[in-house]
């Protein structure tokens, strides 16, 4: 059919080109990649009960995925904003995002770098016309839903009153412009929030400030801000909560004075009023520095003009390039959509916060020049799991600059960057390495291997976790878990350790270092200390070794044992040796009879984990330690229930809401939509410091993607819809395929990988033991 439409499509282009002729209306023209991604995908919670566990508790938001609709470029140090949470009261989901697609009214727009959640940014700007009152309570404006727009580097919205807000974005600079209605008291507030700073009006076009003591911990792009304005103001003054140190309840609680042109204090800031008529534009521009001449410079390097249109399309372009090296055929609209989208939120991080030859404001204050673009720290925990390898794939030489400023850092403090609780940057150097990424890989290992063996580096634990194998945990007094914050996670670490020690020996093993390799390879192996044998689950143990009771494992014990997990999750937190797993759990059989068990038990723990949302049977797709699960049948002989659950996930815990943008749990600057992207092309890495990919159902007829290299990647399923979902045979590059899985030597060099789809299961294909997936026992075997 598809041959056939295009024979049709050249047919009737000919014919045109021949007669010359011009009939019916001209054609749209066609539907970019870029067009097809949404910002606001992300920023809505699932709202089917059965989706979201028992999440959230009452009183709270469920999560959504914490992305923000803002302006900004890939990797970018700078995101243009809207902020609907008022983040001054508390942070509803954990962390400052600073947008909740629910939310009906908008207290502010940020244009700074901030750090992972642009709720931090600072500061905040807000056209008001008519009254308006003092942050922290902010003059909240409704917004009209339905004409709120987003795209790649840029949005808009319409609020309540006639003023609509536009914004876009360069590297380091926002833009801002409101189009007023008719008004004598047209106004825009420009105010630091939390423990403010310095704010002054400089002239009749310019307000800057610097966050409290000039320090802005938030803030990689510095903590002074210059914004200029496109007309001058007519009235200004000053603002802050209150007067003195301590606040003062009921009126006169804050200190406004018009004419007033600098201040200090918590939540400072200025006003700068107009007469406006209908339609009039105010246009902002602002820039951040570690000084006024910084951020000044980057306004006059990156924003000259007032050329809104220009910096917008600029935007558009860079983000034409990047998703426009993926390209997909087939699907539906909402699809398509959903996989540009997660991948245009694929490129949230790491970010760039200094090019080649700018300065840098290292550990303590120092200054240097950096000698290659310079990124923040990478966020292991959420994106070595699969973010990274999509890097790999797409943006290998961003990736070695990356790699490069996380070595530095190491060089600065000593140690290897971590996140959260594991010590995954091993992951991403070894998963880089494997993939044919020049680097000084030996450089690296140095400062993995201090990591892995220094009991004063960033590994809790360390000593505990060599001497016995594994971690203790403690049971709290009165046992009051579920769920118990303080405790070490010391079950859950010993698995995490145990897939880093793995990466590390094989990391040391083609390096030639044969005793680390050795000795870490032993290590690797900890991960069965923690499996109780008696009921198939691994497990917290105390100090002494015995197994921590009482025992559940639907439970999310958090800090307990577990990490913002439960004991079904962490079962199969060993991605390094499936097979070896699957031996503690008695075999195949055993194996996929505990996988089906896992993805048909119901979710109905006591205790809420507040991201584990997204949830089918025990499987938690809003939260990390699982996420690799719906894979593991290729290495048990039924890859066939993996494509099912695959495309289960990606139909039912994305944009299944309402709105059409909700995402299970929080995306982890990119990792929930790594995944998306990822399976929606039709493979994941299950351990992404191998080179291998686990096949999983590819919902695009066709998808092309370009390789760092420049070669293509195409994946085809021939006969492919929501109902034939099933791999039936396989080529790869007109070769039979009969393993689920292909590795990075299979398509660096391009490759074509085709399927035959069909509406029923085919046990055949991909099922023998000889093609599963290799695993760290395959060595002792």
């Not at 096949?695 to 819809?721: H, K, Q, W």
Request: charged letters at 20%; aromatic letters at 10%.
């Amino acid at each position: 059919m598809i041959a056939a439409l295009f024979a049709c499509t050249a047919l009737t282009a000919s014919v045109h080109a021949q007669s010359g002729a011009q009939s019916g209306p001209p054609r749209a023209a066609a539907r970019e990649p870029v067009d097809e991604a949404s910002p606001l995908v992300g920023t809505a919670p699932l709202d089917r009960r059965e989706f979201v566990g028992n999440a959230p508790p009452p009183g709270e938001p469920v999560y959504s995925g914490q992305t923000s609709p803002g302006a900004r470029l890939p990797h970018s140090s700078v995101e243009v904003a809207p902020v609907n949470v008022n983040l001054e009261l508390s942070y509803p989901t954990g962390v400052g995002a600073p947008y909740h697609y629910p939310n009906p009214t908008i207290m502010g727009f940020t244009a700074g770098g901030g750090s992972t959640y642009g709720g931090h940014a600072k500061p905040f700007i807000m056209p008001i016309v008519g009254d308006w009152t003092v942050p922290p309570a902010y003059t909240q404006v409704h917004y009209d839903k339905a004409r709120e727009t987003a795209s790649p580097g840029y949005y808009s919205v319409d609020l309540d009153g006639g003023t609509r807000v536009e914004l876009t974005a360069t590297r380091w600079t926002g833009l801002m412009r409101f189009t007023f209605p008719a008004s004598d008291r047209s106004s825009i507030l420009v105010n630091l929030p939390r423990a403010g700073g310095t704010v002054e009006m400089v002239g009749d076009r310019k307000i800057r400030g610097a966050a409290e003591d000039g320090r802005d911990d938030d803030s990689a792009d510095g903590p002074y801000f210059v914004a200029e304005f496109s007309r001058p103001f007519r009235d200004v003054g000053t603002f802050r909560k209150s007067p003195g140190d301590q606040p003062v309840w009921g009126i006169g609680d804050k200190d406004v004075e018009p004419g007033r042109r600098t201040i200090s204090g918590g939540f400072a800031g200025a006003y700068a009023t107009f007469a406006t008529r209908q339609g009039d534009t105010t246009l902002v521009k602002i820039a951040h520095g570690h000084s006024y001449a910084e951020a000044e410079q980057r306004l006059r390097t990156e924003s000259p003009g007032w050329n809104f249109d220009g910096v917008r399309a600029a935007a558009r372009r860079e983000w034409a390039d990047l998703l426009g090296r993926v390209e997909v055929t087939g699907g539906t609209p909402q699809q398509r959509r959903l996989f540009y989208s997660t991948l245009f939120q694929s490129f949230a991080s790491p970010r760039l916060i200094a090019k080649a030859g700018e300065q840098v404001i290292g550990r303590g204050g120092k200054v240097s020049v950096a000698a290659h673009n310079r990124y923040s720290a990478v966020p292991y925990w959420d994106t070595a799991r699969n973010q990274i390898a999509l890097l790999e794939l797409m943006e290998p030489d961003l990736l070695r600059e990356v790699m490069q400023s996380e070595l530095d850092a190491a060089r600065e403090r000593g140690f290897m960057n971590t996140s959260f609780h594991g010590d995954h940057a091993v992951l991403m150097y070894l998963g880089a390495m494997r993939r044919g990424i020049p680097f000084d890989y030996a450089a690296a290992y140095d400062a993995l291997r201090r990591n892995a063996t220094d009991p004063k580096g960033p590994r809790p634990f360390l000593d505990e976790y060599v001497g016995k194998g594994w971690i203790s945990d403690v049971v709290p007094e009165g046992n009051p878990s579920p769920p118990y914050a303080g405790g070490k996670a010391g079950m859950d670490k010993t698995l995490e350790y145990a897939w880093d020690d793995h990466a590390l020996a094989v990391m040391a093993a083609q390096l030639g270092k044969s005793d680390d390799a050795t000795a870490l390879m032993k290590r690797a192996g900890n991960y069965r200390n923690v499996f109780d044998r008696s009921i198939g689950f691994m497990r917290g143990r105390t100090d002494d070794g015995r197994w921590i009771t009482p025992f559940d494992p639907r439970e999310p014990y958090y800090n307990f044992a577990s990490k913002e997990a439960s004991g079904w999750s962490n079962l199969w937190l060993v991605p390094h040796d499936v097979g070896g797993l699957m031996t503690l759990l008695g075999g195949r059989a055993a194996f996929n009879a505990k996988l089906d068990q896992f993805f048909s038990t119901p979710y109905a723990p006591k205790g809420i984990c507040r991201d584990c949302t997204g949830v089918i049977g025990q499987y938690v797709q809003g939260n990390q330690p699982d996420q690799h699960a719906p894979y593991l049948y290729a290495w048990s002989g039924q890859p066939w229930k993996t494509q099912a659950l695959v495309r289960r996930v990606l139909a039912d815990l994305y944009g299944s809401d309402a709105a059409g943008n909700g995402y299970p749990g929080m995306d982890d600057q990119g990792s929930t939509s790594s995944w998306y992207a990822l399976s929606a092309m039709g493979f994941y890495p299950v351990d992404p410091s191998t080179p291998n990919y686990i096949i999983g159902s590819p919902i695009f007829d066709r998808v092309r993607m370009r390789l760092g290299n420049g070669r293509t990647l195409e994946v085809v399923a021939r006969n492919n819809s929501a109902a034939n979902m099933y791999i039936q045979s396989a080529t790869l590059n007109g070769r039979p395929w009969t393993k689920p899985w292909f590795s990075h030597d299979d398509i660096k060099d391009g490759a074509v990988l085709a399927f035959v789809m069909g509406p029923r299961p085919n046990p055949a294909w991909g099922s023998g033991p000889d093609a599963a997936p290799p695993s760290m026992s395959d060595r002792a075997r």
